[in-house]
């Protein structure tokens, strides 16, 4: 029971089959093709040597194939975590790499905490206040940002300005200081990485690509012409270490390090989210929390940085038809083999073929696709994913990502300040009600106002919901009942139910009955607690619209009828 409910991947293990190794070893092994030169790669975004990229995969995917219930899931580097790590330790490293080193752990120990005390904590409802267009502005901006960032590698000159738009500003302005040959290798390395997947969509294209150029590197000593190369990256696994760090620099890294463990944990959902629903299972959101917390802890560990889901390892990983968690702890040891035997090669790896792959990874992140499709749904979505895409580019990727949240929650709130409502009436051959806005020709009960209202009844949206009710009671001419339903209100608070007080007191100032239809859940609850039921019960509550027309059908003729008498009876 508790290796199924803490450890879901050791327990998929334990019942592993037989037929499923081959699979797995072969989608292991080009994982870690895909995996080991995008680490590398990532690590140089952070400001690492290539060898933390290394440490950043090895333990947490073997600790994520234990701990996580995902079957697909490949963790490691990313290129959104890796940024926001470059931005929240650069300014207090000061260039210093050891220091950067010392940082990112510490970034790392504690996102990976925050993601453990969120998940015990039930928090992995947070995911949903990342709706699909602020996540797409979020990695469109990411994406930007990356390649504007990476450029300097092919280009061969460094940038001074930092950010999307003065790094563009001053590439464009220094583009006599162009390195050509360096342009020309990165030109190329950026063609193979277009073309080759298109023709062997299997091949492990950015290691080939790596690998290729790293041969010509080293064959022909580029670096003699002024191509910049990785250089020394020393071998061996890494050491279990805890880093040096002063407690005032750790309070001012406790805010970045929220930011990255919500855009992790975010990413890492949607990647394994819909994976699981390819392969018809569900994902724990509050235990992925703890797998991916427990993994961050150990990639801080081992000297590593923080990672996320990787999505690009994980559609290798379904590509080639990897069934289980095995696949990652097979790419783990294949990328601790290459720390063990294979390091001296990297030394050679020129800097344009990886700015190559990191530009084609900038790219990857940009949906323009899902930009367009956003725009025939809904412009305000359209216009809130384009913001979130120029509050990261401008503001910074934690502050463009809470200006964007902030954005939909008012936009939530203004839609519940202002719901739809209707008057209703009926078509015949049309089942249930219509709105009389959009079918002007149908059919009501002479006397009787059916209203709607199409969402809770709060303190902020009650005398909206009072205005809206009397207006369209107003509208209209000679009402003797109107009949509320609402089935559509969610919940009512304290404010809510004193607005259906004032109402139902307005109404009986002017003759007319108040009743309410198809109460229920929090609703009904509130009006039973306040006594508002007790007093309604009986003619002025009813479990359904036809159950009110008809109660105020027989209260009408009983009324015709008490008026005809006095003249039936008269001589």
């Not at 020129?350 to 992140?365: N, R």
């Not at 009436?425 to 059916?450: C, D, F, I, S, Y």
């Amino acid at each position: 029971m508790f290796i199924s409910r803490w450890l879901p991947g050791l327990a998929n293990l334990l019942r592993y089959r037989r037929e499923w190794f081959s699979a797995d070893v072969q989608a292991g092994l080009s994982v870690a093709a895909i995996q080991i030169p995008i680490a590398i790669a990532y690590a140089q975004i952070v400001g690492l040597p290539a060898q933390y990229g290394l440490y950043a995969c090895v333990l947490p995917m073997i600790v994520y194939a234990l701990i996580g219930s995902s079957r697909q899931l490949m963790v490691g580097p990313d290129a959104a975590t890796c940024a926001m790590i470059a931005g929240a330790v650069a300014p207090l490293a000061m260039g210093d790499t050891q220091r950067t080193a010392e940082l990112s752990v510490v970034v790392t120990l504690l996102v990976g905490a925050m993601l453990i005390g969120a998940g015990l904590a039930r928090a992995g409802f947070i995911a949903s206040f990342f709706s699909r267009p602020i996540l797409i502005g979020y990695l469109n901006g990411i994406g930007l940002s990356l390649i504007a960032g990476q450029l300097s590698k092919v280009v061969g000159f460094s940038f001074v300005g930092e950010g999307f738009v003065l790094s563009l500003l001053d590439f464009l302005n220094r583009l006599g200081e162009i390195r050509w040959l360096t342009l020309t290798l990165g030109l190329a390395a950026l063609a193979m990485l277009i073309v080759l997947p298109r023709r062997y969509p299997r091949l492990p294209v950015a290691l080939v690509v790596v690998a290729v150029f790293t041969a010509l590197s080293g064959l022909f000593g580029l670096d003699r012409f002024g191509v910049a190369v990785l250089g020394p990256v020393p071998g061996g696994m890494p050491h279990l270490a805890w880093p040096q760090i002063s407690l005032e620099e750790t309070k001012s890294l406790l805010r970045d390090a929220l930011g990255i463990a919500t855009v992790s944990f975010c990413s890492a959902m949607l990647t394994a989210r819909s994976f699981a629903a390819r392969h018809g299972y569900a994902i724990n959101a509050n235990h992925e929390f703890v797998a991916l917390g427990v993994s961050n802890l150990a990639a801080g560990l081992s000297q590593g940085f923080a990672i996320s889901g990787a999505d690009s390892r994980t559609a290798v990983n379904d590509m080639v038809g990897g069934r289980s968690q095995l696949v990652g702890i097979v790419a783990a040891l294949v990328i601790a083999l290459v720390l063990l035997l294979f390091t001296a090669p990297m030394a050679w790896i020129p800097q344009a073929a990886l700015g190559a792959v990191l530009l084609m990874a900038g790219w990857g992140l940009i949906d323009v696709q899902s930009l367009r499709s956003i725009l025939t749904l809904s412009r305000f979505e359209f216009c809130l994913c384009l913001l979130t895409t120029a509050g990261v580019l401008g503001l910074g990727v934690l502050p463009g990502i809470i200006f964007a949240v902030t954005l939909a929650i008012l936009r939530l709130l203004y839609s519940i300040y202002q719901p739809t409502d209707a008057v209703l009436g009926w078509l015949p051959g049309v089942e249930g009600q219509v709105n009389l806005r959009h079918h002007p020709e149908a059919r009501t009960v002479p006397g009787l106002l059916v209203y709607r209202f199409d969402d809770a009844i709060l303190f902020f949206n009650a005398d909206y919901f009072k205005l809206r009710l009397l207006e369209a009671m107003q509208r209209e001419q000679q009402i003797k009942a109107v009949l509320f339903d609402a089935e559509a209100v969610s919940s009512l608070d304290v404010t809510g139910l004193e607005a259906l007080r004032e109402v139902r007191a307005t109404l009986a100032a002017q003759g007319v009955h108040f009743a309410i239809a198809r109460a229920r859940g929090r609703f009904l609850r509130m009006l039973v607690r306040s006594g508002l039921a007790r007093e309604m019960e009986g003619e002025l509550l009813f479990g359904s619209v036809r159950a009110g027309i008809r109660a105020y059908r027989l209260w009408r003729n009983r009324q015709r009828r008490a008026q005809a008498a006095p003249a039936t009876d008269a001589p």
